[in-house]
């Protein structure tokens, strides 16, 4: 039998001591019984909103959608629990949201209007409701459409994206049925807003199983709507006489985002579209071999129209386009330090992890290992030319000092002469030691 925090017990207590039905729903008890900690508590009852407010002081509602919010309090954090009054939905005039909501009489008529089986299962704290077989579905690892499919996916798009989530979240497999459905309804994902599609697709690539669900998403035929470029890949092969890549460009891009390390969404999101300049640079010479000349330049542009179409955040945006725009950096033991601060400029500090994170998986995704003797020597090198400024603003002297010691005013004399400094500490002829810089503005003085 399913076991409930003490505190959750508590919280359906109140609703029944007063003579009302309350179910925890949806993804509380999919995780549950997954053997998952969880962190939806939602709930549904036969108690209408005004009636649950009645029973919490702090409670707040705010909705047409009848959902009552109550906060509770425990120990060292605040839980919000939302709790939603039995209902029915019809008319989804702009496939999203009903036109019209009713009260209903019973947890089953609630449960009908869910999206999958999965998550149209409700625990009273000892019986389970399960009127459309979800717990069988979880066993066999199945995501299936509550009812008909066709009716569920036109009543909210963006279900169908949620279809393709769960799957990659949970590693299930899509009923063929509801499969189908998918795939006859895509184009209705046009009438969702990019927030929603946004937030949708950073789960699926945040998820364990990102890289097949980007490929149901191709299959299923929702990134023709979603992320065009990147369906544009699979048509562009790679494998030629001098060439390491053993993928077409698209695949190549899936099996990269497989492989990479990195749980950060942007990063994870940059190396799905690192090479998708490739398309615009594809030529091919007589003697066969496949050329894709400055893609990673035409990329970061496609990149930046990505981001906004997407509504990404500036600084979600300027990372997206750094780590696509300098994704194909030479790692050369030769290499010099200038050319390595150059290279940490262009990526951004803060960048540099993430940067080297999409680097081994585009090397595991074209066939290659993970590493290699001259990227972990480049690695070090990273590191140790950090330690070195990186621009004038890091030197241990600034323009105060520089009036004092050449009797100054403010003016453009000051930065020349503070670039001149930075330019022989970057050259390794001073030492970015306050000391020493101090003598070398000095000699300056006496120079001039």
């Known amino acids: 039998m399913l076991k409930l925090p003490e505190y959750v017990q508590k919280f359906m207590r109140a609703f029944r001591d007063k003579g009302y039905e309350i179910y925890l729903v949806g993804g509380g008890v999919r995780d549950l019984l997954l053997g998952k900690e969880t962190n939806n508590w939602d709930f549904t009852t036969s108690a209408k909103p005004e009636e649950i407010l009645k029973l919490f002081e702090n409670a707040f509602y705010h909705n047409k959608y009848g959902t009552v919010t109550v906060p509770i309090k425990l120990k060292d954090k605040t839980l919000l629990f939302e709790v939603t009054p039995f209902r029915k939905e019809s008319g989804y005039s702009d496939f999203r949201h009903p036109d019209k909501i009713e009260w209903a009489n019973t947890v089953e008529e609630d449960l009908a209007r869910r999206d999958f089986t999965i998550n149209a299962i409700a625990f009273d704290g000892e019986k389970l409701i399960d009127p459309f077989g979800g717990q069988k579905d979880l066993k066999n690892k199945i ?115 497989r492989h990479c390390p990195s749980k950060d969404v942007i990063t994870r999101f940059a190396t799905l579209i690192h090479d998708i300049g490739k398309p615009k640079t594809f030529k091919k010479t007589e003697e066969g071999v496949i050329t894709f000349y400055n893609h990673e330049v035409v990329g970061a542009k496609i990149a930046d129209r990505i981001a906004r179409r997407f509504k990404l955040s500036n600084k979600q945006r300027d990372k997206l386009v750094r ?122 003085k006496v120079q001039n």
Not at 160 to 179: C, D, N, W
Not at 210 to 215: E, K, P
Not at 434 to 441: D, H, N, P, Q, S
């Open 143 to 257: 995501i299936r459409a509550v009812g008909e499919p066709d009716r569920r996916f036109q009543e909210d798009a963006l279900r169908l994206m949620r279809a393709v989530r769960f799957a990659s979240q949970l590693g299930f497999q899509i009923e063929p049925k509801t499969y189908q459905s998918i795939v006859k309804n895509a184009y209705l994902i046009k009438n969702i807003s990019w927030e929603r599609i946004r937030d949708e697709f950073f789960k699926i690539l945040q998820s364990p199983y990102s890289a097949d669900g980007i490929l149901v998403l191709k299959n299923t035929g929702l990134l023709h709507y979603i992320l065009p470029e990147l369906e544009e890949c699979f048509k562009t092969p790679q494998k030629s006489p001098k060439r390491h890549h053993i993928y077409d460009v698209g695949t190549h891009l899936v099996e990269s985002l």
């Open 323 to 444: 780590l696509v725009r300098f994704h194909q950096f030479t790692v050369d033991e030769k290499q010099t330090d200038k050319a390595l601060r150059r290279f940490i400029r262009n990526v951004g500090k803060e960048n540099l992890e993430d940067m080297l994170a999409l680097r081994v998986a585009d090397r595991i995704g074209s066939g290659a290992k993970p590493s290699s003797w001259r990227l972990e020597l480049f690695k070090k090198r990273l590191k140790e030319v950090q330690k070195q400024p990186f621009s004038i603003k890091d030197l241990k002297i600034d323009g105060y000092d520089v009036m004092k010691i050449l009797g100054l005013k403010p003016g453009p004399k000051v930065g020349e002469v503070l670039k001149k400094v930075f330019e022989k500490v970057e050259r390794g002829e001073v030492r970015n030691e306050r000391e020493e810089l101090i003598e070398e503005v000095k000699k300056l």
